[in-house]
């Protein structure tokens, strides 16, 4: 059986055995009028062989006739060759397993990342969703995934949290943690009052700044001499435990795969202890009292502190942590982490860094950003202080549009996350992400919504039908189109695999319903002699459009 991605293969087979030359072959999908498949290797030729490219082509497309896997193989201009598949072979595609590009592959994704004793902002929202699809992506092209989400449970922003619990609740008194009431989201709300709180205090006082410095240390002496039992302690513990809980159930309610959490108190000791050793062996600095990585101005590195002269590990050291436990725990083939933008320059130093200090992790790390998710009206979420736009919100937001829109309560979720999670996939990651109302929720665009209502359309017209459904073993003049469509899938779940990249299965979607959408328009498929071959079509192309769905994460409903 012919498969797509062995069409280079074929090709730079001919072009050895012909002609003893070893070339890149490349093979692109042309237009439908111009065939299936083209190449220009006869013009890549020309030049090394000292012959007209066209004559070259045509003993090529002499060799790949031969075959007989094509309908036609055309040359056009001075040379390219356009390759029209036979009906066999463009139903042999639609049935080809996933490209297995990542087998044997162990792969930890890290992403997330939301820090204790915060609530979840857009940002959040957007990697979540985003590395979840790419674990999905993963796993379909062979790999083995381990899902991980790494932050903070100590540091500064703790202290700022600790210290507004301790004006909320008259001192530290945790017996009064009994009155929060017993729900993950509203435990949630009330932690990040307390944060701005002090986050507000810390910035206008500095008798409070200086308290609250102490208060960091504090936190990090729990851990340090395990205190479970002082009055601050169990404060710290208990709520810092309410944040684990919020986060499982904000990934429930968004309905992702859970990661394991690592929290930023668990690889601080690993991180100073791989500090301690670098800097004997020269590879860190002491300056001031702190403890440095110098940067590289050539390499456009600059220096970063991973010990603090007060003696505290920074986000560099428990970042160098986190990668020496998750490669303890996984032996990682391969790292990948997403974080924002404003992430990219820190990130280099820390993997420079790890580079450096562990010489077989290079090459095997991928730092991959995001940009800012913005409302329509171009103004960013942001989360900073009280101007909080929580995941929830948008949820929220999200949840009210689709009810204007769906009729039946129980789609109402699957909806509203498959509008969610399709506005995020759609957009190549690194740059920001338009996030319009109307466009994300609506039945006639390019949008999540839309294409589950196509797919329940699509087993409408199933139920409808009393034929039995079975594999087409026919390509009609008219199906042609719907077909050759059909058998992209796996091209384009490859190659979005191979880059990490989930929109080209948002585009290929959205062209396979437009392509549907033609072929029902122009075809009868209900009733008549043809019932059962188009029906089946109909069943293939619903199975292909759950499938990709199901790579975003979005649930495809049998009825909308």
Known sequence: MLQWYLMNDIIAGIIKERYGQTIKVEVTRPE????????????????????????????????????????????????????TLSGSV?????????????????????????????ELHTGHLYQTIFGDILARLLLVSGATVHRTSFGGDVGL???????????????????????????AFERSRWISRCYVIGATAYEGDEATKNDIDELNKTIYGFHDTNDHDSPLAKIYWQTRQWSFDYFDAFYQTIDVVPMRYIPESSTAPIGLKVVREQLLKGNLKESEGAVVFEGDESKHLHTRV????????????????????????YQFDRRYLITGNDQREY??????????FRPELAGTMTHLTNGTVRFADGKKMSSRLGNVTRAVDVLDVVREKVRSLVSDESNVE?????AIKYVFAKYKLGGDIAFDINETVSLAGNSGPYLQYAHARARSVLEKSNAVFAQPTKVLLEDR????????????VAHAAKSLEPHYICNYLFELAQEFNRYYENNRVIGGDLEEHRVSLVALYADTLKAGLAILGIHAPEKL
């Open 481 to 492: 189109a719907l077909v050759r469509k059909l058998g992209e899938y796996h091209e384009v």
């Open 32 to 83: 439908p009028q111009f065939g299936d498949f083209a190449t220009n290797a006869a013009l890549q030729l020309a030049k090394p062989l000292g012959r007209n490219p066209r004559e070259i082509a045509e003993e090529i497309a002499a060799s790949l006739r031969d075959t007989g896997n094509y309908e036609k193989v055309e040359i056009a201009g001075p040379g390219f060759i356009n390759i």
């Open 347 to 356: 990130m280099r130093v820390v993997f420079a860094a790890a580079e450096t």
């Open 157 to 183: 922003h703790v202290a700022k949290c600790l210290w507004g619990m301790r004006q909320e609740l008259g001192g530290e008194k945790p017996e009064k943690l009994a009155n929060i009431p017993d729900d």
């Open 90 to 118: 463009l139903l042999a595609l639609i049935r080809e397993e996933p490209q297995a590009l990542n087998e044997g592959q162990n792969v930890v994704l890290e992403y997330s990342c939301p820090n204790a004793f915060k």
């Open 306 to 329: 991973f010990v603090t002269s007060r003696g505290l590990p920074t986000y560099e050291t428990k970042d160098i942590g986190v990668i020496w436990l998750e490669k303890q725990d």
């Open 414 to 418: 699957a909806v509203t996350l498959g």
